[in-house]
């Protein structure tokens, strides 16, 4: 049976916006490389009043090179498949991910040095796309559930206080973040596919019943009844 036609193409913006992010990251970056000045003081201090400009840079900044690095490539990838494949409401996944980790690591993470990094939207972005499949019980995107854990699945550790260096609170609760996210667009964006015999069903079922059908009701007297230290990340 075919599949009614969809408009599923790469465009260029399901790249655009994930480039434009790490452009930014990578500036910041190389301008702490060549000026030797560092923004970490603009990272997230939680439960401090300046901290709470960390919710906005603090995903900017990034301790160092091999830091950002690390998160480069995993962030261009989540971002590109979740513009890709919810393009409808990936702007407000985006924003809604990035938000509520910063919130949240403000008011429950330690509050003994910055926590800095963009992993935590990297989590958000990994269990978005995962719980989405698994919300819209559509089979290409719980395909798309299924690839995200074969290759992050081995993010679930960092989630968990095992290794000093690094915000496993940014990690939790960015993965939390996608999650409600997750439930809460459960509705919107990306529908299942429809089939051509759905259609020619839903066009047989409209058409006027036969003269013999409408004798048949008038003949009964039923009624009808009807029937979503720098903690790096």
């Given at each position: 049976?075919?599949?009614?036609?969809?408009?599923?193409?790469?465009?260029?913006?399901?790249?655009?916006?994930?480039?434009?992010?790490?452009?930014?990251?990578?500036?910041?970056?190389?301008?702490?490389?060549?000026?030797?000045?560092?923004?970490?003081r603009?990272?997230?201090?939680?439960?401090t009043?300046?901290?709470?400009?960390?919710?906005?840079?603090?995903p900017?900044?990034?301790?160092?090179?091999?830091?950002?690095?690390?998160?480069?490539?995993?962030?261009?990838?989540?971002?590109?498949?979740?513009?890709?494949?919810?393009?409808?409401?990936?702007?407000?996944?985006?924003?809604?991910?990035?938000?509520?980790?910063?919130?949240?690591?403000?008011?429950g993470?330690?509050?003994?040095?910055?926590?800095?990094?963009?992993?935590?939207?990297?989590?958000?972005?990994?269990?978005?796309?995962?719980?989405?499949?698994?919300?819209?019980?559509?089979?290409?995107?719980?395909?798309?559930?299924?690839?995200?854990?074969?290759?992050?699945?081995?993010?679930?550790?960092?989630?968990?206080?095992?290794?000093?260096?690094?915000?496993?609170?940014?990690?939790?609760y960015?993965?939390?973040?996608?999650?409600?996210?997750?439930?809460?667009?459960?509705?919107?964006g990306?529908?299942?596919p429809?089939?051509?015999?759905?259609?020619?069903e839903?066009?047989?079922?409209?058409?006027?019943?036969?003269?013999?059908?409408?004798?048949?009701?008038?003949?009964?007297?039923?009624?009808d009844?009807?029937?979503?230290?720098?903690?790096?990340?």
């Open positions: 049976m075919a599949e009614v036609e969809e408009d599923r193409n790469i465009q260029f913006v399901d790249i655009l916006f994930p480039l434009l992010f790490l452009t930014l990251l990578w500036a910041i970056r190389y301008y702490e490389s060549y000026t030797d000045f560092s923004f970490v603009y990272g997230l201090l939680p439960r009043l300046i901290g709470l400009q960390g919710i906005l840079f603090g900017l900044i990034h301790a160092d090179t091999n830091h950002l690095i690390s998160n480069s490539l995993p962030l261009f990838i989540m971002g590109s498949a979740m513009f890709y494949f919810y393009r409808q409401i990936a702007f407000k996944v985006f924003f809604l991910v990035y938000i509520l980790t910063g919130i949240w690591v403000w008011l993470a330690r509050s003994s040095a910055y926590h800095i990094g963009a992993s935590g939207i990297l989590y958000g972005f990994v269990c978005f796309l995962f719980y989405s499949g698994i919300f819209r019980k559509d089979k290409r995107l719980l395909a798309v559930s299924l690839l995200v854990v074969f290759i992050y699945g081995g993010m679930v550790w960092g989630i968990l206080p095992i290794k000093s260096g690094f915000s496993w609170e940014s990690h939790l960015g993965s939390i973040a996608g999650l409600i996210v997750a439930y809460f667009y459960r509705n919107e990306p529908r299942p429809k089939y051509e015999w759905e259609e020619e839903e066009v047989d079922s409209s058409l006027p019943k036969s003269p013999n059908d409408s004798n048949t009701n008038l003949s009964t007297n039923v009624p009844f009807g029937d979503t230290e720098n903690k790096v990340t």
